[in-house]
């Protein structure tokens, strides 16, 4: 009985603790409403009602659970209720290093918060690192053009490897959740480790900027992976700066009031990485799409008009593709074939842009190009639609504009088959043995043409060989190598630099055996493994002799014009590792025996061996067995056509 009463006592008094305070404050609320009626606007209380009845009804607010959540946060200096419209992780750029932060839009400020780390059981909360109201935000001119004099780009080689250390832990638990013997304490320390790596990536991956300005001074720099995402939130906080917004400043206990909101408001949960998604969530898809982007139409005038696609890859969206500029049209008709590889992707973005001359700066020295995106849109990638043998045709809308396209989809399984040439007089698809023997050569005609034309004129192309080359070009281009065609050095010479660039590494890729042969494959990925330098160095280069005279000898031809690309890397952005990185899985492939022994290999876990593949190729530029002129000097090298 004394137990009861003492319970009751307590109970009495909790109530008196929390909810009598809370009670007076709802009534001095409505005694607040009640005054400002009867207040005129211009007596010198006005203003200071206005604060007291704010400042109450942000009270109530945050502790009332019940409220729609979105409404939930506070009112603004008019008395409307503060609403969230906008959220997601972003990276910051402060203090010359990058910050990963959850950035709220509200209906009239942006607040920057950071999640403070917590211990295991208690509520996540955020910490507010700085907030902006939307009538003081004002957004720069000319953002693309300006430099990032405090960033340092994170090489792609590191990106590259970082994705394929991630597709390793995903194939090991995959692994230990089919073994009978796999424990869950060993999942969960691959994922711990997942997600470290997919953490690194979201923060080191992004490059497009994103600046906000204060009109008292302050400036803020975001990095973002997409334009798309960047257009998002400028077009967000635009149509809110269109209204009526009054200048404000929160005090210390508003503004912790908004940050403690924060967490019952937002929209993203988690930071976008493979490792938040559930299991039974779809996993995307691992290939490669064909994608042929047609026509436009419902542009208001004519213009300079071009496109650019992105797909997600590891929980963010990379741009993979842009059409060339259609010049002086209202409906541009592009009709380009992009191969775009898919890395777990869902979703297809198209952007459509629209290039002109900024007059305001047009001068004799330095023609500053603007680029304004003219629409966007987007499509979830489903499987079972997309993965048929068939090209499917759709339209996107975006903004009034229809944009036209077709796509298709082919498994990492099915391009890993090599299907060789049923017509052996041409020379995609045909050993390179017999290519040589009928040119008399002991590198391919088509090899030394690519290779010339593009140290003529592409040596210093920003991302030569990694851009994607118009697929209707390469195709023309492959069809007149194979034809003989008396027209291909005009072809050569009229054709856009990186579809010469792809041509050179289809016929790589399409040869019935890599360049550096089935039989050797697996010596090779034993080679590059081995921890003694001395020893790497005795395989490698026993490994390299062993090779056919031709692919001997092509190989080499191909080290050398590598090398002479990644001496421009200050202008080209190409090094040594990024060649490898494009390179290496072409010349050195699994054979279809290999293919057959392991089928995992259609999805992402393909790329166990990606990483050797490169570090060979890699191993051979930074140590080149030959220089060019003794190759021309040895007795291999006998063919005066090379």
């Not at 997600?195 to 300005?213: A, D, K, V």
């Not at 290039?355 to 020295?365: A, F, R």
């Not at 279809?592 to 050797?612: F, P, Q, T, Y």
Request: glycine residues 4%.
């Amino acid at each position: 009985m004394e137990i009861l009463l003492i319970l009751r006592l307590c109970c009495n008094c909790t109530y008196a603790l929390l909810y009598k305070p809370i009670d007076r404050v709802t009534r001095s609320t409505l005694v607040l409403h009640d005054l400002l009626k009867h207040t005129p606007t211009d007596h010198p209380d006005y203003p200071l009602l206005q604060d007291a009845l704010r400042i109450s009804q942000n009270f109530l607010s945050s502790i009332n659970e019940d409220i729609d959540p979105r409404r939930t946060a506070v009112t603004t200096p008019k008395g409307e209720p503060r609403q969230l419209v906008k959220d997601g992780f972003l990276v910051e750029l402060s203090e010359n290093s990058r910050k990963l932060r959850h950035l709220f839009l509200f209906t009239d400020l942006l607040l920057c918060a950071k999640l403070k780390k917590t211990t295991v059981g208690k509520h996540q909360q955020y910490d507010c690192k700085w907030y902006i109201p939307l009538a003081d935000l004002v957004f720069p001119s000319l953002e693309e053009s300006e430099p990032i004099h405090q960033l340092h780009a994170t090489p792609d080689y590191e990106i590259e490897e970082m994705k394929a250390k991630i597709s390793v832990l995903k194939s090991e638990i995959q692994k230990e959740k089919k073994s009978n013997k796999g424990s869950s304490r060993a999942i969960e320390r691959l994922k711990k480790k997942m997600f470290e790596y997919e953490s690194w990536l979201l923060l080191y991956s992004p490059t497009i900027p994103f600046r906000i300005h204060n009109k008292n001074g302050k400036s803020y720099l975001f990095l973002l992976s997409s334009d798309y995402e960047r257009s998002e939130w400028r077009e967000a906080i635009q149509k809110l700066q269109k209204k009526d917004l009054q200048a404000l400043a929160l005090s210390p206990f508003e503004l912790q009031v908004l940050t403690a909101s924060c967490f019952k408001l937002r929209t993203v949960h988690n930071v976008p990485i493979i490792s938040h998604k559930d299991d039974d969530e779809s996993p995307g898809l691992y290939g490669f799409l064909h994608v042929i982007v047609k026509s436009a139409k419902g542009f208001s005038h004519s213009s300079n008009f071009y496109c650019t696609l992105e797909v997600d890859s590891f929980g963010y969206f990379v741009s993979k593709a842009k059409t060339r500029v259609f010049r002086d049209t209202s409906e541009p008709e592009w009709n380009e074939e992009f191969e775009i590889e898919l890395e777990g992707s869902q979703c297809l973005r198209i952007l459509c842009y629209e290039t002109c001359y900024d007059k305001s700066k047009l001068n004799k020295d330095n023609n500053e190009i603007v680029d304004k995106i003219m629409g966007k849109g987007q499509i979830q990638l489903d499987p079972q639609g997309v993965q048929s043998k068939n090209w499917h045709d759709d339209v996107i809308e975006m903004n009034g504009i229809k944009v036209e396209f077709s796509m298709k989809f082919s498994s990492r399984d099915m391009s890993l088959k090599r299907t060789p040439s049923k017509k052996q007089t041409g020379v995609f698809g045909v050993k390179i043995s017999v290519v040589t023997k009928r040119e008399r050569s002991k590198v391919p005609y088509i090899v030394r043409q690519c290779i010339e034309e593009v140290e003529k004129r592409g040596i210093e192309e920003v991302g030569i060989y990694r851009i994607s080359g118009v697929a209707t070009d390469i195709q023309a281009l492959k069809a007149a190598f194979d034809a003989n065609s008396k027209d291909i050095l005009m072809m050569l010479s009229d054709m856009d630099i990186n579809a010469i660039a792809g041509t050179l590494k289809l016929y790589f890729r399409e040869l019935p055996e890599p360049l550096l042969t089935d039989r050797l494959y697996l010596a090779f990925m034993e080679g590059i493994a081995l921890s003694d330098p001395a020893a790497k160095e005795n395989c490698m280069m026993h490994l390299l002799r062993s090779l056919p005279d031709p692919n001997l000898i092509t190989f080499l031809f191909l080290l050398h014009h590598l090398k002479k690309v990644a001496e421009n890397e200050p202008i080209n952005k190409m090094s040594l590792h990024n060649l490898a990185t494009v390179f290496g899985p072409t010349l050195l492939r699994p054979s279809e025996v290999e293919i057959k022994g392991h089928m995992n290999l259609a999805s992402d876990i393909w790329s166990h061996d990606v990483m050797a593949q490169v570090q060979v190729l890699l191993y051979y530029l930074q140590h080149p067995p030959i220089s060019f002129s003794e190759l021309k000097r040895s007795t291999l090298y006998y063919s005066t056509d090379v």
